[in-house]
């Protein structure tokens, strides 16, 4: 496949590299070694016109000043641990409290916030880029070496796997995911109000008020959170269910897979006719509409604004340390396939 491989800028004194694929549909994907972040996602619509699909941007410097997690890879644990601390074994482990009292997506230096070591593997119909991490032992305040790879496989299929292995040398916690931004409408023409997901999910974990999971599942039925037939996200983001208020105005939850069926996802935004479709071997997603995005900066030419971008974040349930949980030397696998298509009208 077509590849470039380029400077992007320096982050603390290290270069950083960007690689550019395509393929034979025009579809390209670009990703930099700065937390594994996904840069561009250029995607055909009906009429031809390729287009980007997620929020990111062009230097270093406004992933430090301004981005909320745009496109890059979330470590040691994706999502809040309450009041910031956990217990394996009896001993307890403190993390940064970077959002109130709780730890969010790892830390302020989790894995975002690394440059990855990169390896490119190029062939015909398939191109890999393997990212590599060895986080040294109470990084973040997490216990255990953890030796981390995310593979991000792009195809002729217009198909991005993106795979996640990690060992540690110690019992420790893991929760990996990729924190995307998507907007179907192609250069973010439009916000993400129109957009159409569909999730075979029955069930969500309801939220308190600092968006920490309460530990009770509550049942979509007959409420905004039900996706199982296909539903704008306008529903949830102008509905008055106290979750959606809860969290300003939108989502931020974790979906629940229902485990008798596979665990899959859609998003269409019929304007553009563009489809995502996302599989994943996870129990849960969360699905978060950009409900903190601020105005106060641009992307790319674009005044950045609430409900731009929403992100399917898979993963394992947040918070449940006891599920979170990984023994000495065992692997820790999973992955996720983003694959874009058309909607056939
Ligand atoms: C998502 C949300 C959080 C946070 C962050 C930027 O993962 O769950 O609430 O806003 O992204």
């Known amino acids: 496949m077509k590849l470039v491989e380029s400077c992007f ?13 395509e393929n ?21 619509d009906r009429e031809g016109a390729v287009e980007n699909v997620v929020l990111g941007f062009d230097t270093v410097q406004e992933y430090l000043d301004h981005s909320p997690y745009f496109g890059c890879v979330i470590g ?11 217990e394996i074994d009896g001993v307890p482990y403190h993390l ?11 830390g302020p230096n989790g894995f975002h916030n690394v440059v ?6 190029n062939k015909e119909h398939e191109t890999k880029i393997i990212f590599s991490y060895t986080s040294p032992d109470r990084e973040e305040g997490f216990p ?21 292995q990690a060992v540690s040398d110690q019992k420790t916690i893991v929760n990996l995911t990729n924190h995307s931004y998507f907007n179907l409408s192609g250069h973010l023409k439009r916000t993400i109000l129109d957009h159409e997901l569909t999730v075979n999910s029955d069930g969500f974990l309801e939220l308190d008020t ?15 959170f039900d996706f199982r037939e296909g539903k ?15 969290v300003g105005g939108g989502f931020d939850h974790p979906l629940l897979f229902n485990d008798s069926q596979p665990k899959k996802m859609m998003v269409v935004e019929q304007e553009s006719g563009r489809k995502l479709e996302i599989d994943t071997d996870q129990p849960a997603v969360v699905f978060y509409t950009g409900n903190m995005l601020g105005n106060d900066f641009s992307i790319r030419g674009r005044q950045a604004e609430k409900h731009l971008g929403f992100c399917l974040e898979t993963q394992q349930l947040p918070n449940r340390i006891s599920e979170l949980l990984v023994e000495k030397n065992e692997v820790y696998k999973t992955t996720t396939t983003y694959r874009f298509s058309l909607e056939n009208k």
């Not at 600092?210 to 905004?224: A, D, M, Q, Y």
């Open 9 to 21: 800028g320096t982050f603390n004194g290290k270069q950083v590299t960007s690689y550019s694929v």
């Open 24 to 44: 034979a549909n025009g579809m390209s994907f670009t990703c930099i070694d700065y937390g594994c972040i996904i840069t561009e996602i250029n995607v055909p």
């Open 76 to 86: 040691r644990t994706a999502g809040r641990i309450g009041q910031a601390s956990f």
């Open 96 to 106: 940064a409290k970077n959002d109130g009292e709780h730890n969010l997506h790892g």
């Open 116 to 121: 990855w070591e990169s390896v490119v593997e």
């Open 144 to 164: 255990g070496k953890l030796a981390v790879t995310v593979t991000y496989t792009f195809n002729e299929e217009n198909e991005l796997t993106v795979s996640y």
């Open 210 to 224: 600092t968006l920490i999971p309460t530990g009770k599942v509550l049942s979509v039925e007959g409420t905004v």
């Open 232 to 246: 704008k996200i306008r529903l949830g983001i102008e509905s008055d269910h106290p979750q959606t208020q809860i």
